[in-house]
């Protein structure tokens, strides 16, 4: 048995772990945001919020303390951050996506915490409903209004009527906009065709699954999608099936057309709402909020490919025509 | 750091730890390469999560979730013994399948238990905090567990899995039923990793069909940190070292979160454990070398 050396190294990492414990400095103010997960969308949000800070003069170094972490996709990480952030007392707690921000409400009652990029906050019981909470929790909601995106699709391609949709059954903000659009299409006189893709490599084969069934792909922020949506590209080009897409940097990959999220306006929303928390307002007296930044982007380009030439007026009406 | 990150690291190590014995029995004891953990984890979370937010008393919910590991356990077991799968394709066939009957038993991706009552909030003195409390009330969850697992692997029916384990032949012709062994270790071994998924969606706020990922890499890491820091092959001094081994991989985390002082980020978070981890497996080794002795 070794056990004395053994108990060293123990020890040591103890030792160390509080020797790593930083002072804390009064007259900032701090601000600890966490994900879930690295990624585009993500990453938009959380330089958004510091942008957001900077704009209302908050320095990170100078007057702000400025702490950012991602869990790497692991829940057992994501609660250990929540944790650590309720340890260092941060002034404000910025949670991006769901799992990260349930962790750290689960962590904390006090301090405050805003929550961005959560589809359905009610549903994840962050708060009981987008009026001011009254607890230490509010945010900004990254929910699309569907009825905006079905009439998107409709001046796309008139003729659509069925919609196919490639999804993660596995992440919650997915499975909510395919639940509304199953409800909400066909009162449009449209129905839902649905294909899953648990994992980003079966986004390709699950399209393929949909041609003959659909007229139309819609995507979702799905983050399989997102990641592999030059699978979808490629089907939607073999078989001619246009793809109209929730988010505006999918455009330049090639769907058709999306009126969707800026993230990073996401971002600089939730960090206006950070900046009031910080200038003394109670988290608890802020409603939680949905963005308020939608743009259309088009691709004529990737719609001739998939078969199809966008109207005129909805290319004049875009706020950028990706060539 | 703070006592806050201190005792949440603790609270979380002590949750794994329940994994990493459950990982412990199927690839130590039983030598069984058990990749079910990945989906009987979630499962656990699953069951717990769905049954209180439909209104069950945490403790059934918690019962529940061990059982329905037991079971996927059982049925792994049962895919190798009477199907005469593979070992390690039987448990990837379990994971991958228990993701879907996961959502399945959710009804969606997410189970959300940030009001709701839960084990913990029920026992709650009020004299206690509730970070302070619920890594007490896990220490004598998982000292319960393991000492029961210590009396249990000292009966006839535990030695007979430990044969199994060690040597199937020779246990078969001593007369153990190696079939039914592997059967009762592998739902041993995955009704802790369900306990452990149910209690960390209680701790949590909520299951997540995405809690599972790298359960499997934690468990073997904390098993193997364990040995390499209190080596032995005496049974209640390696649960002992498999519990310390969870909860030292916790601090190693919580450390490398802590660790932008020497310019190291956010993205470095999963080298800075692997490092960490390395240096605890190959310290032991170098006293040995140096000292000109096996490891024992």
């Given at each position: 048995m070794s056990f004395p050396l053994s108990r060293k190294v123990l020890f040591g990492a103890l030792a160390l772990a509080f020797a790593t414990a930083m002072p804390a400095y009064a007259q900032q103010k701090s601000v600890a945001i966490t994900a879930i997960v690295e990624h585009p969308a993500l990453d938009s949000v959380r330089d958004g919020v510091k942008e957001a800070l900077a704009a209302a003069g908050y320095e990170d170094g100078k007057n702000l303390k400025w702490q950012y972490q991602s869990a790497q996709g692991n829940t057992g990480t994501a609660a250990q951050i929540a944790r650590k952030f309720v340890g260092d007392k941060a002034d404000v707690i910025v949670a991006i996506a769901t799992p990260s921000a349930q962790a750290v409400a689960a962590a904390t009652k006090d301090i405050p915490l805003v929550f961005s990029?959560?589809?359905?906050?009610?549903?994840?019981?962050?708060?009981?409903?987008?009026?001011?909470?009254?607890?230490?929790?509010?945010?900004?909601?990254?929910?699309?209004?569907?009825?905006?995106?079905?009439?998107?699709?409709?001046?796309?391609?008139?003729?659509?009527?069925?919609?196919?949709?490639?999804?993660?059954?596995?992440?919650?903000?997915s499975v909510v906009v395919v639940e509304q659009l199953r409800e909400l299409l066909p009162k449009h006189g449209l129905s839902l065709v649905e294909a899953a893709a648990p994992r980003s490599v079966d986004v390709g084969s699950a399209a393929r699954s949909l041609i003959g069934k659909a007229d139309v792909f819609y995507t979702s922020t799905d983050n399989n999608v997102v990641s592999a949506y030059e699978a979808l590209v490629k089907v939607g080009m073999d078989a001619k099936i246009p793809l109209v897409a929730a988010d505006t940097d999918?455009?330049?990959?090639?769907?058709?057309?999306?009126?969707?999220?800026?993230?990073?306006?996401?971002?600089?929303?939730?960090?206006?709402?950070?900046?009031?928390?910080?200038?003394?307002?109670?988290?608890?007296?802020?409603?939680?909020?949905?963005?308020?930044k939608l743009s259309l982007q088009v691709n004529p380009a990737a719609a001739q490919k998939q078969g199809i030439t966008l109207a005129e007026d909805l290319v004049k009406s875009a706020a950028k025509v990706v060539q | 750091m703070s006592l806050y990150t201190l005792l949440g690291a603790l609270e979380i190590g002590l949750i794994f730890s329940l994994v990493a014995l459950g990982v412990y029995i199927s690839f130590r004891l039983l030598r069984f390469p058990d990749l079910t953990v990945d989906g009987s984890f979630p499962l656990g979370g699953a069951v717990a999560a769905t049954m209180i937010a439909a209104g069950h008393d945490p403790f059934t919910a918690t019962i529940a979730a061990t059982l329905a590991g037991a079971i996927a356990g059982l049925i792994t077991g049962w895919l190798n013994v009477s199907l005469k799968i593979m070992d390690l394709l039987a448990s990837i066939l379990m994971m991958i399948a228990l993701y879907?009957?996961?959502?399945?038993?959710?009804?969606?991706?997410?189970?959300?238990?940030?009001?709701?009552?839960?084990?913990?909030?029920?026992?709650?003195p009020e004299a206690l905090a509730d970070y302070v409390f619920r890594p007490l009330l896990l220490v004598f969850v998982v000292l319960a567990v393991k000492l029961a697992l210590d009396g249990f692997f000292a009966t006839q029916s535990g030695l007979a899995i430990?044969?199994?384990?060690?040597?199937?032949?020779?246990?078969?012709?001593?007369?153990?039923?190696?079939?039914?062994?592997?059967?009762?270790?592998?739902?041993?071994?995955?009704?802790?990793?369900?306990?452990?998924?149910?209690?960390?969606?209680?701790?949590?706020?909520?299951?997540?069909?995405?809690?599972g990922v790298g359960t499997i890499v934690i468990g073997l890491a904390a098993v193997i940190v364990g040995e390499s820091l209190l080596p032995s092959r005496k049974l209640y001094l390696a649960t002992i070292a498999v519990i310390v081994g969870a909860i030292v991989y916790r601090f190693f985390i919580a450390l490398a979160l802590n660790s932008d002082f020497i310019g190291l980020q956010a993205q470095d978070l999963n080298l800075v454990t692997a490092v960490l981890v390395t240096v605890a497996l190959v310290v032991p080794r170098l006293r040995a070398h140096w000292s000109g002795k096996r490891v024992s």
């Open positions: 990029a959560v589809t359905d906050p009610v549903v994840a019981k962050l708060v009981p409903s987008m009026q001011p909470s009254g607890t230490n929790v509010t945010g900004v909601s990254d929910a699309l209004e569907l009825g905006k995106q079905v009439e998107l699709i409709k001046r796309v391609v008139p003729a659509a009527k069925r919609v196919g949709i490639v999804y993660n059954p596995g992440e919650a903000n999918s455009v330049a990959r090639g769907a058709v057309a999306a009126y969707g999220m800026d993230y990073k306006a996401l971002g600089v929303q939730t960090g206006e709402i950070v900046v009031r928390i910080l200038k003394g307002e109670k988290p608890g007296a802020i409603a939680s909020e949905t963005s308020n | 879907s009957i996961n959502l399945r038993i959710m009804g969606k991706p997410n189970v959300p238990l940030i009001t709701e009552p839960t084990v913990f909030n029920l026992l709650q430990r044969a199994t384990g060690s040597n199937a032949r020779m246990a078969r012709a001593q007369g153990v039923n190696t079939g039914m062994a592997i059967l009762a270790g592998m739902a041993l071994s995955n009704a802790l990793v369900g306990l452990a998924g149910a209690l960390f969606a209680q701790t949590q706020g909520g299951a997540d069909i995405s809690m």
